[in-house]
């Protein structure tokens, strides 16, 4: 099983939607986690960090399921401007980052 | 401009010569991420520092793939006889423990012809 495990979709949305995306990892140990977006050939920046069960930023929801080892990305009111690929990050201590493979998001008017 | 900065932006080589990026990481962030992403897939991972010393390699980076960071500071990534499988872009990040929040740079696009 890979470290990191995204759906690559493409998730095709119309605006105004809701949209979430699951990243299952395998390492039980991870503590913190990280979701980054990254637009078309330019550099992934960050998005939101999850230390406990979630966070909430704006339309941006991140939560995390430990028993199932995955954690999930909401956004709501889907805009134009959301459409990126969003890549889930689980550091393990003493390790390198691991990204996963990135899920492509396409919101259309 | 205290970001991540990576040097050059874009570089293109004939196959089979040598190549070398530079990553000017955060001034405050003790360790340095290399990784390389071609399209449609996410960052590959190549090695990473933890001041000057290197503490993990990827399996998957050959003997042809050099990094130092010789002072702690700046990082630099050689690539010698370079093949058109090399083409990608090759992405620099840093973090502070105990965060592990990482900011990349722009990368440096690798065209091998």
């Known amino acids: 099983r890979k470290e990191v495990e995204q759906d690559p979709g493409p998730f095709n949305v119309p605006e105004g939607a809701t949209v979430a995306f699951n990243c299952t990892y395998s390492?039980?140990?991870?503590?913190?986690f990280f979701w980054y977006r990254q637009d078309c050939r330019k550099e992934p920046k960050l998005l939101m960090s999850?230390?406990?069960s979630g966070n909430e930023d704006g339309r941006f929801t991140a939560q995390l399921n430990r028993a199932s080892q995955y954690i999930s990305l909401l956004i709501r009111d889907s805009k134009l401007s959301d459409s990126a690929t969003y890549l889930c990050?689980?550091?393990?201590?003493?390790?390198?980052?691991?990204f996963g493979s990135g899920t492509r998001l396409q919101v259309q008017p | 401009d205290t970001g991540v900065s990576q040097d050059p932006r874009h570089k293109i080589t004939k196959r089979g010569q040598n190549v070398t990026f530079r990553c000017d990481p955060i001034?405050?962030?003790?360790?340095l991420y290399w990784y390389r992403q071609t399209l449609g897939q996410g960052p590959e991972f190549l090695t990473y520092?933890?001041?000057?010393?290197?503490?993990?390699k990827s399996r998957l980076l050959s003997d042809r793939f050099s990094a130092e960071r010789p002072k702690g500071s700046f990082s630099t990534l050689e690539i010698q006889r370079t093949e058109q499988g090399d083409s990608a872009m090759y992405l620099c990040?840093?973090?502070?423990?105990?965060?592990?929040?990482?900011?990349f740079g722009q990368g440096t696009r690798l065209t091998v012809v």
């Open positions: 001034s405050e962030h003790n360790r």
């Open positions: 999850v230390y406990s």
């Open positions: 390492n039980s140990a991870s503590q913190s």
């Open positions: 990050v689980v550091p393990q201590v003493g390790r390198a980052l691991t």
């Open positions: 520092f933890q001041n000057e010393a290197q503490l993990e």
């Open positions: 990040a840093s973090t502070v423990p105990p965060t592990y929040e990482a900011f």
